[in-house]
């Protein structure tokens, strides 16, 4: 059963705490994407990664890390930095178009809401 | 600036009518346009897309239509059903970014 998940369904931060969002997809998708979510805003793109050990700075990417070590997995690491880390945040994946800057369809997982407490 | 938006951000219909949901976006490069519909607490889903060289495209009771002229977009669905309540997001593509770009969403109502 092919799909992207991503966990936990709900994350709780404490003050001056990293927490880690997982993101696992066995699609055999390359690229792989990190979104955040605000009420009654679009989609921001945090970071994303086209290629295994390969990631780029998204729109929103201060305050945030990822790492791409498999081709399956792209966490997402909410540093203390990021001040205002209350969101929902999903992650997508999609093939790669063999043409340079053509997107393809992404795929989104079922997404992890973060508090902080 | 350029954006990719919405004309509404709520719409009610009643079960059995059709519901139009439009997208409006000012990029003149764009190739590439989503639809996508998100329910409460959920992951966007794919619905349809299409691409520049097409100025319709059908799906299973969903029509996209592409207005390269005024840079519209309009998702159709047919015979509206309480199961299509939810949020429904266009993203777009501009040509030569690496990324796609996401509305705010127009919230659809179905009244039973």
């Known amino acids: 059963d092919g799909g992207i998940t991503q966990s936990p369904k709900y994350l709780f931060r404490k003050e001056g705490q990293n927490v880690t969002l997982s993101c696992e997809q066995n699609?055999?998708?390359?690229?792989m994407y990190w979104y955040r979510q605000d009420p009654g805003q679009g989609l921001r793109l945090i970071y994303y990664?086209?290629?295994?050990?390969?990631?780029q700075k998204g729109d929103i990417a201060e305050g945030y890390s990822v790492s791409r070590e498999k081709k399956e997995s792209f966490p997402l690491t909410v540093t203390s930095a990021q001040k205002n880390p209350t969101a929902f945040y999903l992650c997508?994946?999609?093939?790669?178009?063999?043409?340079?800057?053509?997107?393809?369809?992404?795929?989104f997982g079922p997404g992890t809401r973060l508090l902080v407490l | 600036g350029e954006s990719v938006g919405l004309h509404l951000p709520t719409l009610s219909v009643q079960e059995g009518d059709n519901s139009i949901i439009n997208c409006a976006y000012s990029n003149s490069a764009s190739d590439y346009f989503i639809w996508y519909k998100q329910e409460s607490g959920k992951g966007p889903q794919f619905i349809i897309d299409i691409r520049s060289n097409m100025d319709k495209r059908q799906g299973q009771r969903v029509t996209v239509l592409l207005n390269k002229t005024v840079k519209h977009l309009s998702l159709q669905i047919a015979a509206t059903q309480p199961g299509d309540s939810a949020v429904y997001f266009c993203a777009e593509n501009r040509a030569g970014a690496n990324n796609l770009f996401f509305g705010t969403g127009t919230r659809l109502t179905v009244i039973p």
């Open positions: 699609l055999n998708h390359d690229a």
């Open positions: 997508a994946s999609s093939v790669l178009s063999p043409r340079q800057g053509v997107q393809e369809t992404q795929y």
């Open positions: 990664s086209q290629i295994v050990n390969d990631f």
